[in-house]
């Protein structure tokens, strides 16, 4: 993948254009990735399998529920909070 500053970006869009529909470009500011340029093609692809494990995720949160796997509001919150801010569970 290339990667190339903003200012270069600017100048050269069009190139960076044609870049991007073979791989995608990652374009710096002052040193930092700050974006990606890629293909339409990759970017749907991308929100496909997006959808996709969205989709697999809600069917499993929906089989749960049907088979009783659930727990009330506080206590997933709980076990949330524990989890991603305790370093626990």
Do not use: W
Not at 4 to 28: H, S, T
Request: charged share 35%; proline share 3%.
């Amino acid at each position: 993948m290339e990667t190339i500053n903003a200012r270069e970006a600017k100048q050269g869009f069009g190139e960076v254009l044609m870049k991007a529909q073979k791989e995608p470009v990652c374009i710096n500011k002052n040193g930092k990735p700050t974006a990606y340029m890629i293909s339409v093609d990759e970017f749907e692809g991308f929100q496909a399998y997006r959808t996709e494990l969205l989709h697999k995720k809600l069917d499993e949160g929906l089989a749960d529920i049907k088979a009783g796997r659930v727990v009330d509001g506080p206590e997933f919150m709980e076990k949330m909070r524990k989890k991603y801010f305790d370093g626990n569970v």
